[in-house]
Structure formats: C-alpha cells, structure tokens
C-alpha cells in the first residue's frame, strides 16, 4: 500500500525554521514526482513546492521563493522541505504528496498519493 508520513511540524517564533520530512512507502519512487501543499484554517489548499521524478527541478509558490527549500532522496525513500524565515501566514497544515508521473506539477489534481499532513504554527 503506498503511504506517505510527514513529520517535523511544530511551533515556532517568527523568523525561526523548521525542517519537515516525508517518509514515502512507493515501490518505484523515483517515477514520481513530488509536492508540498498546505492548507490555513478556513481557507483552500495552496500549492507550497514540488520537485521532479529525479530530484533535478524544483519549483515554489512565490510566497516562499527564497525562504524554502525542497529535496528529495529516491535512495532513502524521502523528501524535505527547509523552511527558514517564517511568517505568521506560513501558519498550516503541510501536506507531502506524490504524482505517478516524472515531470513536476503545482496541481494537486495530479498528486494521487497525499500523507495525513503535519501542522506547522509559527507566532508573531
């Protein structure tokens, strides 16, 4: 059964960081692609970053374009994301999600693979 865990959420200040993780149990990782959404209380799931099949082509919302920071291990079955300089409005549940296909995507209709999501807070 394909499964994907997050891990890594916690509270923390404005400006800290954290690092979430996605522990993926897919027999042929390495042909699909990967995500990260989110998801703010009362509001729709937002694309944060995605990453390809091979780990070489990343792409991030712009909200967090220079301040996080996506990776993936096809060998170790993982894939993370760097979260440095974050603001109350990262405030979310964070979603790992994964595409049976190699190329990346920012729509959550092609991730057919999602974990349970992690909560992230970050205060003011």
Partial sequence: QEQLVESGGGLVQAGGSLR???????????????AWFRQASGRDREFVSAI?????????ADSVKGR????????KKTASLQMDSLKPEDTAVYYCA????????????????????TQVTVSS
């Fill in 20 to 34: 979430l993780s996605c522990a993926a149990s897919i027999h042929s990782l390495g042909s699909y692609a990967m």
């Fill in 52 to 60: 390809s099949a091979g780990g070489r082509i990343t792409n991030y």
């Fill in 68 to 75: 996080f920071s996506m990776s993936r291990s096809n060998a």
């Fill in 98 to 117: 994964a595409a049976s296909q190699v190329y990346i995507s920012n729509n959550s209709r092609d991730f057919d693979v999602w974990g349970q999501g």
